[in-house]
């Protein structure tokens, strides 16, 4: 079936620092990419997605490409802020053969910048 | 536009009770879906309802249930709750069951077992 493999962390980076979070798939089909972003206490916000091979997502800051051919959708951010600690989720929705399918999420990243 | 809402946000029940949840999602959206979130296993996929059927269920119990009324409104039930239960319920809504759809998520209920 669909997996989504992330680093668990916890990741701790300084502020100003350059993230990368790495995210590997494995899904029939064509799958849709998302990043979802959850703040402690709070449910997950998207953050970005793209929906075919060689789509680059991006938001506040974040993109990620959609590699097919390494089936990789890594997160990337030029300089972190305090306020971007919280836990990142690599998810994919697979929807093959027109059925419906649910999203199937990584372990999630916990990401710590410190000032 | 209002988010999606759930209700009860916290919940406390005892071994063998039943809990019913509710989620109300975003104006115009018909897809919902609920998952599990817990430490140990992280975010599983429950099930996905679309126009009041339900489309596609994850792998869990006969114990875990849900309905679609026809404005959306989307409720989960879980019968005979065992410890392992205990879990933040989160829900999401979507336009339809199209995959490039983002899933817009809901605050979740924190069910605690005792």
């Known amino acids: 079936g669909d997996s989504v493999t992330q680093m668990e962390g916890p990741v701790t980076l300084s502020e100003e620092a350059f993230l990368t979070i790495n995210c590997t798939y494995t899904?029939?089909?064509?799958?849709?990419l998302f990043w979802y972003v959850q703040y402690p206490g709070e449910g997950l916000q998207l953050l970005l997605k793209?929906?075919?091979?060689?789509d680059k997502g991006s938001n506040k800051g974040f993109e990620a490409t959609y590699r097919k051919e390494t089936t990789s959708f890594h997160l990337e951010k030029g300089s972190v802020q305090v306020s971007d600690s919280a836990v990142y989720f690599c998810?994919?929705?697979?929807?093959?053969?027109?059925?419906?399918?649910?999203?199937?999420f990584g372990k999630g990243t916990h990401l710590i910048i410190q000032p | 536009k209002a988010g999606v809402t759930q209700t009860p946000r916290y919940l406390i029940k005892t071994r063998g009770q039943q809990v019913t949840l509710s989620c109300s999602p975003i104006s115009g959206h018909r897809s919902v879906s609920w998952y599990q979130q817990t430490p140990g296993q992280g975010l599983q996929f429950l099930f996905e309802?679309?126009?009041?059927?339900?489309?596609n269920k994850g792998n869990f119990p006969g114990r875990f249930s849900g309905r679609q009324f026809s404005n959306s409104r989307s409720e989960m039930n879980v019968s005979t709750l065992e410890l392992g239960d205990s879990a933040l319920y989160l829900c999401?809504?979507?336009?339809?069951?199209?995959?490039?759809?983002?899933?817009?998520f809901g605050p979740g209920t924190r069910l605690t077992v005792l």
């Open positions: 793209a929906t075919k091979a060689d």
């Open positions: 998810a994919l929705s697979g929807r093959s053969g027109g059925g419906a399918d649910g999203l199937t």
């Open positions: 899904a029939t089909g064509y799958p849709s």
């Open positions: 309802y679309f126009s009041e059927t339900q489309r």
């Open positions: 999401a809504s979507s336009l339809s069951v199209n995959s490039y759809n983002e899933q817009f």
